[in-house]
């Protein structure tokens, strides 16, 4: 199992631009979520997924979106980044049973606003 | 919304040494974890605890749930250089599967050889 993977490792975008960051798992888990982590900040949820199709806002969401095809992808979209999205992003999974606590977290995507 | 306070913010300790740190909450919560976060990685959960009073080990990792269900404490003994990292605590606060984990903002330990 390759776990949890996220592309890229590293972006650097200029204000106003979208992209959107990759997540997927192998596992077969039914709930993704993605964070942000902001220096002494800790984890802070962004949008979260209990299964394919459906998804929900977490506690910063504005200024992003995902969708949920399919149980191995939840991509996060940034519309039209702003250096205020500067930050480290994680991708996370658990099983159902396992509600969002015992979660698996991807390596993170750098991203850099300027 | 609930807040999880982790303090200091950094450790530093010998090599060899025991350490612990706190988590503490000002609402209750029914579920404690303890991540670690090695330097460009993602968190790894190293405890998770469900019941209060509950202690649980892990190798040298002791993470204890408060009887208060308002705090919880992770013990590191003997600790040697591959320790070093940013350990969170996160909580969840209800009992429905739906529900979501608030995180600390981390304690940064530096193991000195």
């Known amino acids: 199992n390759a776990g949890v993977t996220q592309t890229p490792k590293f972006q650097v975008l200029k204000t106003g631009q979208s992209m959107t960051l990759q997540c997927a798992q192998d596992?077969?888990?039914?709930?993704m979520s993605w964070y942000r982590q902001d220096p002494g900040m800790g984890l802070r949820l962004i949008h979260y997924?209990?299964?394919?199709?459906?998804?929900d806002q977490g506690e910063v969401p504005n200024g992003y979106n995902v969708s949920r095809s399919t149980t191995e992808d939840f991509p996060l979209r940034l519309l039209s980044a702003a250096p205020s999205q500067t930050s480290v992003y994680f991708c996370?999974?658990?099983?159902?049973?396992?509600?969002?606590?015992?979660?698996?977290f991807g390596p993170g995507t750098r991203l850099t606003v300027t | 919304g609930q807040q999880l306070n982790q303090s200091p913010q950094s450790m530093f300790i010998q090599e060899g040494e025991d350490v612990s740190m706190n988590c503490t909450s000002s609402?209750?919560?029914?579920?404690w974890l303890w991540y670690k976060q090695d330097p460009g990685e993602g968190p790894v959960l190293l405890i998770a605890?469900?019941?209060?009073?509950e202690l649980t080990s892990n190798g040298r990792l002791t993470a204890q749930f408060g009887i208060t269900r308002k705090d919880s404490f992770l013990n590191i003994s003997a600790s040697i250089p591959s320790d070093v990292g940013i350990y969170f605590c996160?909580?969840?606060?209800?009992?429905?599967?739906?529900?979501?984990?608030?995180f600390g903002k981390g304690i940064t330990l530096s193991v000195r050889p």
């Open positions: 596992m077969n888990h039914e709930y």
């Open positions: 609402s209750i919560f029914n579920t």
């Open positions: 605890l469900y019941k209060a009073g």
């Open positions: 997924s209990v299964g394919a199709g459906i998804t």
């Open positions: 996370a999974s658990s099983y159902r049973d396992r509600g969002f606590y015992e979660q698996y």
């Open positions: 996160a909580g969840r606060y209800h009992t429905g599967a739906n529900s979501k984990l608030t």
